[in-house]
């Protein structure tokens, strides 16, 4: 019985070890550019998550083709004025910035579930 706590106590090492190891890549995992600009890089992971689920949905046949073309249009639209605020910012866009932003996304958002 010892040599299978052993083993047991083996295992539980190695996964404990594994998870400590993930959690150290994915804090690694932000780069310079994401830390130095948090509120672009959420907009930004918002409109990626988005294309994504619109892609999902035109592949499983729960919206058409023309408005999964609208939707991503819109959601370029988003993505350039993102672009052109942080232009006029210094490369930074303002917390009420970022707010406005979200708000597109979250319109977006909900048509892309109706």
Request: aromatic fraction near 2%.
């Amino acid at each position: 019985m010892s040599s299978r706590n052993a083993v047991v106590r083996g295992l539980l090492a190695v996964a404990l070890g594994l998870g400590a190891l993930t959690v150290a890549t994915s804090a690694q995992a932000e780069t310079r550019w994401e830390a130095a600009h948090p509120r672009r890089d959420q907009v930004l992971d918002r409109t990626a998550n988005l294309r994504h689920r619109i892609a999902q949905q035109r592949r499983e046949g729960e919206i058409s083709p023309a408005r999964a073309r609208a939707l991503r249009m819109q959601d370029r639209r988003v993505r350039a004025r993102e672009q052109a605020m942080a232009r006029r910012n210094g490369g930074y866009i303002t917390p009420a910035q970022q707010a406005a932003l979200n708000r597109r996304e979250n319109g977006i958002s909900h048509r892309v579930g109706q």
